[in-house]
């Protein structure tokens, strides 16, 4: 597996490195935004640790390009600041994961290994699903053969439904996969962020291809008819 670390503290980046590398990794180092963006661009990297406060672009910067061109590579977060709303930046910007300084290389090290197992680096690049196509390494969507404007947000969400394709997925597991973060009863976010992947999605066609299962959640697959 090869890491790439995006990190300008040298003494916290050649830690990283060491580590990973003990771990059976291959990790490269970029002391800069843009020449983080660069190494992604030329790569081919399974997973990136991103710091947020860099020089020459910054961490939310290089997240916005990378998911513009790749919705699969698994990307960690990682900030010396513990506030509730860049912790929500990175997430709706697309990062897999939210590390916050200082944290033992222990906690890092399985975090990296989740957001892998998670299957971004494996799935397919190209989703069917009757007349809906999703193309996961470009972001991109169509139905019938229209492209569907989707929010990274909306694109996210939807991926998760086609990548379990004809299972119901629960609030709670939407929540923790598209948000990262533990479901509770009384927020209706999923549900909001259904209703305009829906509307986007099912609305203008005669099939719907989102499905409502009560009290449990929702599936994507074709019901025919």
């Given at each position: ?77 990682l ?12 997430l709706?910007?697309g ?29 397919p ?16 969507a ?71 299962v ?12």
């Amino acid at each position: 597996m090869r890491v790439l670390i995006v990190e300008d503290e040298a003494k916290t980046a050649a830690y990283l490195r060491k580590g990973l590398e003990e771990n059976g990794f291959t990790a490269d180092v970029a002391a800069d935004g843009e020449t983080g963006l660069e190494f992604t661009r030329h790569g081919g990297y399974d997973a990136i640790i991103l710091d947020v406060m860099l020089p020459r672009r910054n961490g939310f910067e290089i997240l916005d390009e990378i998911r513009r061109r790749d919705s699969h590579t698994a990307v960690l977060l990682l900030t010396a600041r513990d506030q509730v709303t860049d912790r929500v930046a990175g997430l709706e910007a697309g990062a897999d994961d939210y590390l916050v300084k200082p944290f033992a290389f222990s906690e890092l090290l399985a975090r990296v290994r989740t957001i892998l197992r998670r299957g971004h680096a494996r799935q397919p690049a190209l989703i069917q699903i009757a007349d809906l196509e999703i193309d996961l390494s470009g972001h991109r969507a169509t139905r019938a053969g229209q492209a569907l404007d989707l929010t990274p947000k909306e694109f996210r969400l939807l991926s998760l439904l086609a990548r379990r394709a004809g299972d119901v997925i629960s609030r709670t597991v939407i929540a923790e996969q598209v948000w990262d973060i533990n479901f509770d009863s009384g927020t209706n976010v999923v549900d909001v962020h259904m209703y305009r992947l829906r509307a986007k999605l099912d609305d203008p066609f005669s099939r719907r291809l989102i499905h409502t299962v009560r009290g449990v959640g929702y599936v994507l697959e074709d019901r025919g008819g």
